[in-house]
């Protein structure tokens, strides 16, 4: 005789208290469940500006976004960088760092994003390469600790520029965020949908404080690339 299944055990509240009181049982787990998105919004957008009117700072955090085949910044990626480069004329920023991937020879996200900044004229010794930002966390806790960060402009795509916000305050820095615009299409939803999931991870990586998978010693890049005299097409003052 095969084993099937029970039913019985799965049925729903048979009196009307009981169903009262499984439909506020599933309102409290939903709002549980969006109390990190909540607190992404609250705490991140507040410090969100247009390029015009973002405060200066004397560094400029680019998070990566992925690679085209053939080691190429993705399109998402590539509007980060040109915001990036619109900031570093401006005068807003001195510093450009870099941060991503580059767990494996084949795929070195943050060396693209340098290449393409210094292709786009922004001088290479004013871009810093931090190639253990695995994730956001990563990135905001490892600009902090390894690299000295104390003040940025943070760079990304709209959906994502609150966490990072976020996340990026916890860790320790005076930030404002530049959010990217792009088409809303199917890649722009699919962002949006990926932060009400990834807001969870952020709101226990702002109350622990997790070590970065990689942390390493500190690294005297950005401190260098500042005393570094900027572009003569770049205003100073910042």
């Known amino acids: 005789m095969r084993w099937r299944p029970s039913l ?3 049925h729903l509240p ?36 247009d390029l015009a009117d973002v405060p200066a700072a004397p560094v400029g955090v680019v998070f990566g976004a992925g690679l085209e085949p053939g080691g ?9 960088l040109d915001a990036a480069v619109q900031l570093y004329r401006a005068g807003k920023v001195r510093v450009l760092l870099v941060t991503g991937d580059n767990s494996r020879t084949s795929y070195d996200e943050p060396g693209a994003m340098r290449t393409y ?7 290479a ?16 806790s490892r600009a902090r600790r390894i690299f ?29 965020g530049v959010g990217v615009d792009e088409p809303h299409d ?10 009400l999931l990834a807001a969870g991870k952020a709101a226990v990586d702002a109350a622990f404080h997790p070590a970065p998978r990689f942390l390493g010693p500190t690294e005297p890049g950005v401190a260098r690339a500042l ?12």
């Open 14 to 49: 048979r009196t009307r208290t009981g169903r009262r009181r499984a439909v506020q049982l599933a309102a409290a787990l939903c709002t549980l469940a969006l109390l990190p998105a909540v607190w992404v919004q609250l705490t991140g957008s507040a410090r969100v500006r």
């Open 148 to 176: 000295g960060v104390h003040r940025a402009v943070l760079v990304s795509q709209g959906f994502h520029i609150r966490r990072a916000v976020a996340l990026c305050e916890s860790a320790g820095l005076d930030v404002y």
């Open 125 to 140: 010794a004013h871009v810093v390469v931090d190639d253990a930002g695995f994730d956001t966390w990563d990135s905001c």
């Open 117 to 123: 900044l210094v292709a786009h004229g922004v001088p």
């Open 8 to 10: 019985r055990r799965f």
């Open 186 to 195: 199917a890649t722009w939803y699919a962002g949006g949908a990926r932060e």
């Open 227 to 238: 005393k570094s005299p900027p572009s003569p097409t770049t205003p100073s003052g910042n």
């Open 72 to 80: 190429r910044p993705s399109p998402y990626l590539a509007h980060r």
